[in-house]
């Protein structure tokens, strides 16, 4: 069986020390079906041992096409195991976006789930890619391996092999790979463990896609270290998810202020058994002040996470108890996270109560975008991470982001570069001109505002259509504004806070789908 006992901060290793401590205790709660932590190791270092057998090894890279499930996480331990970059794709995109991502990844396997398999063969055949294929779970990957293109040296994990990729947009229109290695992660949960610790009693709900880096290492992992049971939600559904809290016993779950109000918002809610929860951690957007306030008020105060992925990501929180006192905050830096704040034009250093980019070092930085040094050059000031947030901190030290210095809103939870939504509006003929900002939003946090320059007859339903073709659903506009120009700051540059402020009064409007003309955009 494969040797887990390689470099001293391999995530393997946790799985390895669980099957001899805990092996009885329940690892994954999948839909009812339970396994235990035995059980998934020894899944786990069969598929290590199968896939060395066939030819991968260290330094290749295994994509996967995947909802939440227990094959996945059997697939992601059996990377880790053997140093293999586990890739996880989001299922959420059109078969062109997923092609170009496939691509892009280079994998030397593709794991598919039965579900996404026609998703999986599109985006192959869009993007032209030559890759073995196969179907996970027991009866698929776990039952026979296809022999690899190239076969890779075989060998335990070291500490800096990359563990995880995990694409996230950026402000520039392509999204890019962030590398995290088995140490990012390592450091990373360690950190999450020391400021929110879960123990083997803990019941850990799992509600964010594992194409996200929360999935992972945000509970999830480090419930796996220590022992504890996750719940594996594959959608959210905040009905279920109110009954799962009452009826597993959870303890603990993390998500985004969206899935808080939709809880909150359930006709469920107001008799909902939260009796054990004890832990709900908010990330992806600041918790909006109403929001903390009803969940304060049915005795579950919610607490605040900071992070991006680049940071692996946990960066800043702010415990439950202090979320009241100070409305709007992100808090102060995890153990063993090193922030500062930076002039965004200087780069100099900000001292005592302040407001600037915030910067970010440590062991859980990740190890550079896949195959992009450019990329990673411009995100990385002398061993710091330029997050692109505008930031303040108060005289205790506590943080509060004001902007971000980057385009990218946030809606639902998901990043949304502007510039990739620009380009898939910008490619109809009849548009000249476009841009798009986020509004805020008191469910998604923030929509989409596009703003269009046209020549000739071009409604919104087409344009939305057209672009439709090229972006995930929920990367397309809530509304559309054509507009005869559009406002600049500077000859080459959007006054984009402008179209903000408009955007910001469009979306409280009736009808916010409706098409619209706009003269005060300039």
Known sequence: MTDAAAGP???????????????????????????DYRTLYARAADLADALAAAGY????????VSGNSTAHVVAFFACALSGIAFVPLSWRLTPVELGSLIARTDPALLLVEDEHDALARAAVDAAGVDAPRALLGASGIEAVVPAARTASPSRAPHDDDPLLIIYT?????????????????FWNNLALGQAMPITADDVVLSILPQYHVAAWNVQPLLAWWHGATVVLERSFDPGRVLHLLAERRVTTMMGVPTQYRMLLDHPAWSDAELASLRRAVVGGATIPTDLAMAWADRGHALTQGYGLTEAGPNVLHLPAAAVAKHPGAVGVPYPGVEVRLADPVSLLPLEGVATGELWVRGPSVFAGYLDDEAATARTMHDGWLRTGDLVHRDAAGIHRVIDRIKEIYVSGGENIAPAEVEAALGAHPLVTACAVVGAPDPVWG??????????????ADELLAFAGERLATFKLPVRVVFVDD???STIEKVARGRLRQIAARLVSEPDPLKEVHRDDAR
């Open 57 to 64: 090894g260290a330094g290749d890279r295994v994509a996967t």
């Open 169 to 185: 947009s950026g402000s520039e229109a392509a999204p890019k790979g962030v590398m995290l290695t088995h140490a990012n992660c």
């Open 9 to 35: 901060h391999t995530v393997g290793r946790w799985l390895a020390d669980r099957a001899v401590t805990d092996g009885e205790r329940i690892a994954i709660d999948d839909r009812g079906v339970r396994t």
């Open 486 to 488: 559009l406002p600049r």
């Open 446 to 459: 923030e929509r989409g505002v596009a703003f269009v320059v046209r020549v000739g007859m071009l409604s």
